[in-house]
C-alpha cells in the first residue's frame, strides 16, 4: 500500500522528504522490520524507539513516522503520539477489516476471559463463525493460536482482524485490558457492543491509583469508541460510567435494578441453574459454572447475545454448552475424596469470590494455596493475606511469577495481612507447595491452588520456565497413589 493512503487520518505535523513508497511492512521493532518497512519511533515503557531507526533501516525500514526528527534521509511523518497513529495505520494497511465483522470488547477487572468463553458458545450456537481474542488464546473460527498477552499490540491485533476476515468471521469477542486503553492500542477500532464487568484493585503498579484505572476502562464507553454500552449495574464504578457515558447504555447485575438479572440462584458442585429476566424475556439457565461471579458472567454473555439479536432459546443452548474454561475454577476430584480446584484468581477480588464459592460447596477444610506476582501491584499483597485468613482453614503461601522480585520478600509481605499465622505455612518451591497441599489434605476437603490458572510457565529473573499448575497436581497425585499403595 502507498504511503500516503497509509496516513490518511492522521493528524500530521510535518512530513519530511516525502516520497510516496510502496509500503510492504509495519513494525515497532527494528530487529523484526521486513523490506519496504514502515517503522514507527516512540518513547515505550522502557526504551525510546526514536534510538533505532538506524538498526531499522539496515533490516529494510524505508519510511518512519516519528514524533521528533531524526537523522535519515528517508520519509519522516512527524506527529504528536506515534503510539496512536499505529492502530490508525494499521488498520489502513490491512484495510480495516473490524469493520466487516461485528466486534463485542470486554474489559473489567475479572470474568472477561469466561465472558468471551459463553459468548463463543452461544454464537456457534446460533451457526455464526467467531472469532475469539483474549487471555488464554486466539481463536480463528476453529483454529486455535497461541497469544502472549490479552490484547495484541495494534499491527498485531489488526493482522489477526484481516485472518479472521478472510476465514469467514462473523462476530469476534475480544477481551480489552486497561493497559490497552491507556497504550491506545485499540486506535482505529470501535467496538458494536462495549462491556464492563466490573472494577476492582489491580494493575496500580502501573495505575497507581484506582481512579485513574478506572477513567482508563471507561475511556471505551463512548460514543467514540462504540456504539452500546452493557455495565455490571451491580459495580458502584460501572454504574458511574453508565452515568456518564453518551452512548446508550443497558445494564446486567443481581442485587441493582437492571435490564438483565438473575432470581432463584441454585448452585451445586456440578453447576449452577437460575431464572433469568432477559430484557422481560424470562428464561430458566443451567449452567456448568460455578459461583455467583460465573452468574454475573453468564448474565453477562447472555445480555450481550440478546442485543447483537441471538434468540433465547439458542442463548440458553449455548451456555449449557460450555463445559469449562481453563484456568478458570477448574475441579479434580482425586481418589483420595478431595478436591483440588485450580483458578486464575490474582487480585484481592477474585481471591475472595473463589474462596468463597468454594466454602460454598466444601464440607471439609479448604485449603488455600496462592502467592502474589513480583513488579507488580505490591498493596494487594497484604489485603489478600487478609483475605485468606478469614476465608480459609489453612493457607500455604508460595511463589506466583516472581519475576525480578525476591520470592521470599513477596510472601513476607503478604504475610503482613495475616491476622492468625497459626495455620499458616509458607514453601517458596510452588512445585513444593502443591504437594504438601496434597499430602495433608483428607476426605471432602478443597485444596484451592490460585494465581496462575492455564499459565504454563513461572517467570523467574527474565525467563519463563515450563510450569502448569494441573500438570503439577496430576503429577503429584500419581506419586501419592503410589506410596500409598506400597
Not at 534510538?51 to 526528527?69: D, M, P, Q, W
Not at 499483597?381 to 487478609?386: L, S, Y
Amino acid at each position: 500500500m502507498k504511503l500516503c493512503e497509509l496516513i490518511n487520518n492522521l493528524n500530521v505535523k510535518k512530513i519530511l522528504n516525502p516520497e510516496d513508497l510502496e509500503i510492504k511492512s509495519l513494525s515497532c521493532n527494528s530487529k523484526e522490520i521486513n523490506n519496504s518497512g514502515l517503522f514507527f519511533c516512540f518513547r515505550g515503557i522502557k526504551t525510546d524507539g526514536h534510538l533505532y531507526y538506524k538498526e531499522a533501516i539496515s533490516n529494510g525500514a524505508v519510511a518512519f513516522i516519528t514524533e521528533r526528527e531524526i537523522d535519515t534521509i528517508c520519509p519522516q511523518i512527524i506527529i504528536d503520539d506515534a503510539r496512536l497513529a499505529m492502530g490508525i495505520v494499521a488498520s489502513n494497511f490491512y484495510h480495516n477489516p473490524i469493520s466487516k465483522m461485528k466486534l463485542i470488547g470486554i474489559t473489567g477487572t475479572n470474568g472477561k476471559t469466561t465472558t468471551t468463553y459463553l459468548l463463543r458458545e452461544i454464537f456457534m450456537e446460533a451457526g455464526l463463525k467467531v472469532g475469539l481474542i483474549g487471555t488464554s488464546a486466539i481463536y480463528i473460527d476453529t483454529k486455535k493460536l497461541p497469544t502472549n498477552m490479552t490484547t495484541p499490540d495494534p499491527i498485531e491485533l489488526h493482522k489477526i482482524f484481516n485472518e479472521m476476515y478472510e476465514s469467514g468471521v462473523n462476530v469476534v469477542v475480544m477481551e480489552i485490558t486497561a493497559h490497552a486503553l491507556d497504550l491506545n492500542k485499540m486506535a482505529g477500532v470501535k467496538c458494536d457492543i462495549a462491556v464492563l464487568t466490573n472494577i476492582t484493585q489491580d494493575h496500580l503498579d502501573y495505575f497507581k491509583t484506582i481512579e485513574h484505572y478506572t477513567d482508563t476502562k471507561a475511556k471505551l464507553f463512548s460514543s467514540k469508541m462504540c456504539h452500546l454500552a452493557l455495565i455490571n449495574a451491580d459495580d458502584e464504578n460501572g454504574r458511574l460510567i453508565a452515568h456518564n457515558t453518551d452512548v446508550m447504555c443497558a445494564s446486567y447485575g443481581i442485587t441493582e435494578p437492571s435490564n438483565v438479572f438473575a432470581i432463584d440462584i441454585n448452585m451445586s458442585v456440578s453447576g449452577t441453574t437460575f431464572f433469568i429476566n432477559l430484557f422481560d424475556e424470562l428464561a430458566e439457565i443451567k449452567t456448568n459454572l460455578i459461583g455467583q461471579f460465573n452468574v454475573y458472567n453468564t448474565l453477562c454473555a447472555c445480555a450481550v447475545a440478546r442485543l447483537y439479536g441471538i434468540p433465547v432459546n439458542v442463548i440458553i443452548e449455548g451456555v449449557a454448552s460450555l463445559t469449562s474454561v481453563e484456568g478458570r475454577f477448574n475441579q479434580i476430584v482425586t481418589k483420595f475424596g478431595y478436591t483440588v480446584i485450580i483458578d486464575y484468581a490474582h487480585t484481592p477480588d477474585g481471591l475472595e469470590k473463589v474462596m468463597d464459592t468454594a466454602r460454598q460447596i466444601c464440607k471439609g477444610k479448604l485449603i488455600t494455596v496462592f502467592g502474589c506476582g513480583g513488579d507488580r501491584d505490591r498493596t494487594k499483597r497484604p489485603i489478600m493475606g487478609r483475605l485468606a485468613t478469614l476465608k480459609s482453614d489453612i493457607i500455604i503461601l508460595t511463589s506466583d511469577n516472581p519475576r525480578s522480585e525476591n520470592p521470599d520478600e513477596i510472601i513476607a509481605e503478604i504475610k503482613t495481612g495475616i491476622l492468625n499465622t497459626e495455620n499458616v505455612v509458607s514453601i517458596e518451591n510452588r512445585k513444593k507447595a502443591i504437594e504438601y497441599a496434597l499430602k495433608i489434605a483428607n476426605t471432602n476437603d478443597i485444596v484451592l491452588l490460585c494465581g496462575k490458572g492455564a499459565e504454563n510457565y513461572q517467570e523467574m529473573k527474565g525467563t519463563k520456565y515450563p510450569f502448569k499448575d494441573e500438570d503439577e497436581v496430576l503429577k503429584a497425585l500419581k506419586n501419592l497413589e503410589e506410596i500409598r499403595r506400597n
